[in-house]
Nanobody
Framework: QVQLVESGGGLVQPGGSLRLSCAAS????????MGWFRQAAGKEREFVAA????????KSADAVKGRFTISRDNAKNTLYLQMNSLKPEDTAVYYC??????????????????WGQGTQVTISS
């Protein structure tokens, strides 16, 4: 079992930055593939970014490439999402997820085994 707790969400003006964190416990974090997903009101959950167990493989959705960066600190059991140049369309609940398939940066939500509760990110002036 893995417990995931997101933090760092909030209200930011367009063009601003936020860094989300996801603290993991309950299983060897360094063996897990990790990802970020988001769900806007009235829309389906969508992939944002993913990273493999060692951090050497990352993938990002086209909508966030060049603006969002996923990273991890295995010594701290923590996953991060640095979000820059934020846009109103980035407004959503952001979820951290963990996959037992740690070798790859998984983009499909069905390949994730554990999910956090989510943190709200609102981009508005």
């Amino acid at each position: 079992q893995v417990q995931l707790v997101e933090s760092g969400g909030g209200l930011v003006q367009p063009g601003g930055s936020l860094r989300l964190s996801c603290a993991a416990s309950g299983r060897t974090f360094s063996r897990l593939g990790m990802g970020w997903f988001r769900q806007a009101a009235g829309k389906e959950r969508e992939f944002v970014a993913a990273i493999n167990w060692g951090g050497g493989i990352t993938k990002s959705a086209d909508a966030v490439k060049g603006r969002f960066t996923i990273s991890r600190d295995n010594a701290k059991n923590t996953l991060y999402l640095q979000m820059n140049s934020l846009k109103p369309e980035d407004t959503a609940v952001y979820y951290c997820a963990a996959s037992a398939s740690g070798n790859w940066a998984q983009i499909h939500s069905l390949l994730y085994d554990y999910w956090g509760q989510g943190t709200q990110v609102t981009i508005s002036s």
